[in-house]
């Protein structure tokens, strides 16, 4: 069997065309997903790591978007929120009397290459379906 | 030696005018207890971590071996913001782009990944600096 693909220069501009608009939206919904995932991720650890004088760091995790498109950009961001109880404590970095827990470097050790993953899907998607 | 430990002699080689010790493990200073060790504080230190972390397993294999990911974390410790700073400088130009030899395997090249800028810490300012790398 043989499968013979033709396309053209109008083909291209048709569908870059219809990219532009679905675009926004798609990256925005990737974004999203992966903030939300990494401040899961960011709280399990800290669960793990925060112990009994930590306990509550980990409720002070949360995520939010923080740009929806403004100049081609989306970004948002999760971490503890310093106006939590404990939310402002240093056990991402450490100090010197306790080394540094890295919840929030571990969750992006995961969700960094997930996020380079769907990016890559998002552009198959788009030509090829 | 574990790997673990190979790792942290390692890096202590490449660093060989810094003292290096492990959290609780400072003369003069305090333990996990809460105790006093034995000795005189230095002036200047630094305290060393290493952790395994999560890697993508796209391109970790080389041929049959199976590569881990690592994470080193080292807190500089001087009695200047401006000391710490130096310190910093010293090591970045030692470790930055530097292999670790451990039983015959290299490592990736140290990929700095992240410092703070020195703060007040308990009497002293300290800063820290971490790395990833591959073995």
């Known amino acids: 069997m043989r499968v013979r693909v033709i396309g053209g220069v109008g083909d291209l501009a048709r569908d870059l065309r219809q990219i532009a608009t679905q675009a926004p939206s798609d990256i925005n919904k990737v974004v999203r997903h992966g903030v939300r995932t990494g401040n899961s991720l960011a709280k399990g650890n800290a669960r793990a790591s925060s112990g009994s004088h930590g306990k509550h760091y980990p409720k002070a995790f949360s995520s939010e978007m923080k740009v929806n498109g403004l100049g081609g950009?989306?970004?948002?961001?999760?971490?503890?929120?310093?106006?939590?109880?404990?939310?402002?404590?240093?056990?991402?970095?450490?100090?010197?009397?306790?080394?540094?827990?890295?919840?929030?470097?571990?969750?992006?050790?995961?969700?960094?290459?997930?996020?380079?993953?769907?990016?890559?899907?998002?552009?198959d998607r788009w030509f090829w379906t | 030696m574990s790997d673990e430990a190979a790792q942290f002699a390692a890096i202590k080689a490449l660093l060989p005018a810094l003292d290096i010790y492990d959290y609780g493990r400072v003369p003069g200073l305090k333990n996990v207890s809460g105790q006093i060790n034995p000795g005189v504080a230095p002036l200047q230190?630094?305290?060393?971590?290493?952790?395994?972390?999560?890697?993508?397993?796209?391109?970790?294999?080389?041929?049959?071996?199976?590569?881990?990911?690592?994470?080193?974390?080292?807190?500089?410790?001087?009695?200047?913001?401006?000391?710490?700073?130096?310190?910093?400088?010293?090591?970045?130009?030692?470790?930055?782009?530097?292999?670790?030899?451990?039983?015959?395997?290299?490592?990736?090249?140290?990929?700095?990944?992240?410092?703070?800028?020195?703060?007040?810490?308990?009497?002293?300012?300290?800063?820290?600096?971490?790395w990833t790398y591959a073995l």
């Open chain 1, 73 to 123: 950009l989306h970004a948002g961001e999760y971490g503890p929120d310093s106006a939590m109880p404990q939310g402002g404590m240093s056990f991402e970095n450490g100090s010197r009397n306790q080394p540094p827990h890295n919840d929030l470097a571990r969750s992006a050790d995961v969700v960094g290459p997930a996020l380079y993953g769907e990016a890559k899907r998002l552009l």
């Open chain 2, 45 to 130: 230190y630094a305290l060393l971590s290493i952790e395994r972390r999560t890697v993508p397993q796209e391109g970790q294999r080389v041929g049959r071996t199976q590569r881990l990911g690592y994470r080193v974390a080292l807190r500089l410790a001087a009695k200047s913001a401006t000391e710490c700073r130096v310190m910093a400088r010293n090591v970045s130009d030692l470790l930055d782009g530097s292999s670790l030899l451990i039983a015959g395997r290299k490592s990736t090249p140290l990929h700095h990944e992240t410092s703070t800028p020195p703060e007040v810490d308990d009497g002293y300012y300290s800063a820290l600096h971490q």
